[in-house]
């Protein structure tokens, strides 16, 4: 269910954690077994991680749900997403959603039919000084109005 | 620990430093409330329930996690602390149902009980509700998580009791749930102490699901007579029917636990298999009779035959009251023909050795060896003493024919078949003689020892606390005799304390009234002869006896006559039964129950026998006056436990010979699953349903399963094989429901 690979990288992890701490390892390998297979998670890969790391799966799930970085259902290339916290919230998050959904066509939680993107409501990103916020990949994207929006979305291929 | 003294509401209160405020104020019988705070497990304080006002502080503190300091000034109830636990109410409320008139709890819920203390009585919130799905988690526990206030109590019973990690809290914020990974089912044997310790009805009781409201029934002290703890239950009832058992707080007994076995199997009692009438043989026709017909039918037949010719064998789960009473009548009739040991490979048995340790004792180990046993699975209880000696350190090993899933970390356990116990055995007690430079006795002059024995001897030597549990798989092992010699043994050589675990339920009892043979035959000797008058209390040969077949067959005989008094009707003991006498069950006699720490524990009846059963002593007692046998005037079961109590067995130690003993090749050790191991919780339809409870295979070795040419799915005597390496070779190791076949 892990590769080779990816064990050797959840290893190193477990190797920063004094010995029978491997669990504490969880998040990485969650995060390693995630990018493994493009981008989401699926129950049988969250009980592999947790026998793997010697945990009851019920805690890796835990975790898996708890945090927003881990995705339960396949997502696009490029997964927008969108903070609806308070900051945001407050600055017009929910109506610039509902803009993204309707000019990508793609629902919150759901991906395009070319697979390029798909869009995620995550909580609080800590950038609140530049909300409403977006991120794609390693980027954040802050004071967003309608039309920086579709300028981002030109962009993305 | 240093005391100290605060004030809570003004009153001067001690307490020792570091303790939480709760903690105080309970033992003082002042009033917090509380939802996640539980005095047995961990502190989580995220329900803010308890919060309250400690002077010096701005803010309201959660009293559960809070330590008490010297001088400290505590408000419970100024408004501060009053306008913080409404708040708090209120906020819980916001989600929460409120849909008390069908929820099983109702009544005896602690959110309901808070609200009415402590919360608001107009709602403010007007907004839509959150619901949550229910998955459904097995037979035993309904949830209705929509009503769950996130207080983890249940999580973290599972965490810190259970020692199987179940329950979680999964997502976050309004997503936040509380749900086991997938819906495989609850797995652990204490799963039950979840709606126990649920303050809400998100978790209750599935078979008493919509049976009864929880202010209706009548709640009855009594006992659970499953497994040598006797745990203290209560019985609740409505309208002579046990609906449901909860557990009763016995701090040196089960704590505030129980078993889901002493939890559910109260479920049997309705079961519609109950033998409720008596009846005789006619002409091989069975007919309803009035117990007057019947009774007599009984003493003729007992009457027509010698003394000599006569035998009674029990159930190990039978009363204190009823065992004294039987032996009793055997012996006035002039008979030794009496035993409870039906499952025994050899009745010469184990149950000679002696317990040493108490359940709190055992505690305090800081070794355990466990010998010839699925403890968790066997007596859940006092595995669960084991389990908290491993949290503060202790180290278990285990010698057994199968690698067990116990609930704690195993250091190091020795498979073995029970053909090769003694040797690995006599090899550890050799290493343990040696090492106190003894003189070795002269069966282990020849003794090879390995390493496995060395580590298991050097453990427990290492031990300033340890302890030996034998088990109950011993019974299936001819030489039993010898392995709990060598056991005994082995205690004395590393100071080590002793359990004997091997025969359950109520055998405590049976041993305190001699119900064995002194001279006469035993169970086994008893099937090889050719008795002419049995009479059976509550056995079911089928399940109970070890050659059950033979068994069978010889109380078929033409010239065998078979007073059976049964609780249940079973079809074997229908076909070869003379007259049957309908018996109470549990819970609808009185009785005793003598446990592990040779405590006896008595009961009264909960609810009046089913149909026209009646309980054990009553019937006997007529038994014996229609047989005009002297000494039988008891007017109450208690004057009955009076005599039986006042018993004191002679222990007469019998001599042991450590020998080679002729022994199969490849043995079998066969061990029902804890929902099959008495008739009243076969009869349980709930538990029969649960993982544990559908357990039937025989494991085996690749290269045993080679010998016995069995593959994978084949049957060995009636049960599905199946082959891996957990198992010890040169033996087949059976776990299941199935009653027994040759
Ligand atoms: S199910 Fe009950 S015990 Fe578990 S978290 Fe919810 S309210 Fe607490
Ligand atoms: S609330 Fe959106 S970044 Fe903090
Ligand atoms: S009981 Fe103290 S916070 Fe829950």
């Not at chain 1, 049988?44 to 010697?54: G, N, R, S």
């Not at chain 1, 309707?102 to 950038?127: H, I, P, R």
């Not at chain 2, 699953?673 to 076969?682: E, K, M, Q």
Request: charge should be negative; proline fraction near 3%; charged fraction near 20%.
């Amino acid at each position: 269910m892990i590769s080779e690979q990816a064990k050797q990288q959840i290893d190193t992890w477990v190797a920063k954690y004094p010995a029978g701490y491997q669990s504490s390892a969880v998040m990485e390998a969650l995060k390693i077994v995630q990018a493994e297979n493009d981008g989401s998670l699926t129950s049988e890969l969250i009980q592999a991680v947790a026998d793997y790391l010697e945990m009851p799966v019920i805690s890796a799930h835990e975790v898996a749900t708890f945090y927003e970085n881990y995705n339960h259902k396949p997502v696009g290339k490029h997964v927008i997403r969108f903070c609806h916290n308070i900051s945001c919230m407050l600055n017009g998050a929910d109506d610039l959603i509902s803009y993204l959904e309707t000019k990508t066509g793609v629902k919150t939680g759901e991906v395009s039919e070319d697979g390029l993107v798909s869009v995620k409501k995550v909580e609080c990103l800590g950038a609140c000084v530049g909300a409403p916020m977006f991120q794609i990949g390693d980027q954040y994207y802050e004071n967003l109005t309608p039309q920086k929006i579709d300028e981002i979305l030109d962009g993305l291929q | 620990m240093v005391d100290i003294e605060i004030e809570i509401d003004g009153n001067v209160v001690h307490g020792h430093s570091g303790e939480s405020i709760i903690s105080i104020a309970d033992r003082e019988g002042i009033d917090i409330p509380r939802f996640c705070y539980h005095k047995k497990l961990s502190v989580a304080a995220n329900c803010r329930m308890c919060l309250v006002d400690v002077e010096g502080n701005p803010k309201p503190q959660p009293a559960c996690s809070t330590p008490a300091s010297a001088g400290m000034r505590v408000h419970t109830n100024n408004e501060k602390a009053k306008a913080s636990q409404k708040a708090v109410m209120e906020f819980l409320l916001i989600n929460h149902p409120l849909d008390c008139p069908i929820c099983d709890q109702g009544g005896e819920c602690e959110l309901q009980d808070v609200a009415m203390e402590y919360g608001s009585d107009v709602s403010k919130f007007n907004e839509g509700k959150r619901i949550v799905a229910d998955k459904g988690i097995g037979a035993l526990i309904q949830t209705d998580m929509t009503r769950c206030i996130h207080c983890t109590r249940c999580v973290r019973f599972g965490a810190e009791v259970a020692g199987i990690v179940e329950m979680g809290a999964t997502g976050r914020g309004e997503e936040l749930k509380i749900e086991p990974f997938l819906s495989e089912g609850i797995q652990s044997e204490l799963s039950g102490n979840m709606i126990d310790v649920c303050p809400v009805g998100a978790l209750t009781s599935k078979p008493f699901r919509y049976e009864v409201r929880s202010w209706q029934m009548s709640s009855v002290q009594s006992v659970a007579r499953h497994d040598l703890v006797g745990s203290n239950v209560f019985t609740q009832t409505h309208k002579g029917k046990v609906k449901r058992v909860v557990a009763r707080d016995n701090e040196s007994v089960n704590e505030t636990w129980i078993s889901d076995r002493d939890r559910f199997s109260y479920e049997g009692l309705a079961n519609e298999n109950r033998a409720l009438t008596p009846k005789i043989k006619v002409k091989g026709e069975w007919q309803e009779v009035s117990w007057e017909t019947a009774l007599e039918a009984a003493i003729s037949g007992i009457k027509k035959n010698s003394a000599e010719a006569f035998g009674a064998l029990a159930s190990k789960n039978a009363t204190l009251e009823e065992l004294y009473l039987l032996q009793k009548l055997t012996r006035e009739l002039g008979s030794e023909n009496l035993d409870t040991r039906l499952d025994v490979a050899n009745p010469s048995s184990a149950s000679a050795l002696e317990t040493t340790i108490s359940l709190t004792g055992l505690e305090a180990v800081d070794h355990a060896l466990i010998i010839n046993s699925y403890l968790r699975l066997e007596q859940p209880m006092i595995n669960h003493r084991i389990r908290k000696a491993t949290l503060q350190g202790a180290k278990v090993s285990t010698v057994n024919a199968k690698a067990f899933d116990f609930n704690y970390r195993v250091a190091s356990s020795v498979l073995s078949a029970p053909q090769n116990t003694v040797v690995t055995l006599s090899g550890v007690l050799k290493v343990l003689l040696e090492s106190n430079s003894q003189a070795l006795p002269d069966y282990l002059k020849g003794t090879k020892v390995n390493q496995a024995q060395i580590d298991i001897a050097n453990a427990l030597s290492a031990a300033e606390n340890g302890v030996v549990v034998l088990g109950e798989q011993v019974s299936s092992n001819p030489c039993a005799d010898q392995v709990a010699k060598l056991v005994e043994q082995i205690a004395k050589a590393s100071n080590a304390k002793t359990l004997n675990a091997s025969a359950t339920g109520n055998t405590l009892s049976a041993e305190k009234v001699s119900f064995k043979p002194n001279g006469g035959l035993n169970a086994k000797q008893m099937f090889d002869a050719d008795l002419n008058a049995f009479v059976l209390l509550d056995v079911y040969p089928a399940f109970d006896c070890v050659d059950s077949a033979a068994a069978i067959e010889n109380l078929s005989r033409d010239d065998a006559f078979v007073v059976a008094l049964n609780s249940f009707e079973d079809a074997s003991v229908l076909s070869f039964a003379d007259v049957i006498l309908p018996l109470a069950s549990f819970y609808e006699t009185s009785g005793t129950h003598i446990n592990i720490e040779n405590v006896a524990q008595s009961y009264s009846a909960s609810v009046k026998a089913a149909g026209d059963s009646k309980p054990g002593w009553k019937v006997l007692k007529v038994l014996a006056d229609l047989l005009e046998l002297p000494g039988f005037d008891y007017t109450d079961s208690s004057q009955v436990a009076d005599d039986a109590l006042s018993l004191s067995p002679s222990l007469a130690a019998t001599e042991v010979d450590i020998i080679a003993m002729e022994v199969p090749n490849i043995a079998t050790v066969w061990q029902y699953t804890p929902y099959a191991s008495d008739v009243l919780t076969r009869h349980s339809q709930s538990l029969q349903q649960t993982q544990i409870g559908q357990v039937s295979e025989a494991t085996v070795s690749e290269a045993t399963a080679k010998i016995l040419e069995l593959s994978q799915g084949d049957c060995y005597k009636g049960v599905p094989v199946n082959i891996n390496e957990t198992v010890a070779e040169g033996c087949v190791f059976v776990h299941t429901n199935q009653a027994r076949q040759r």
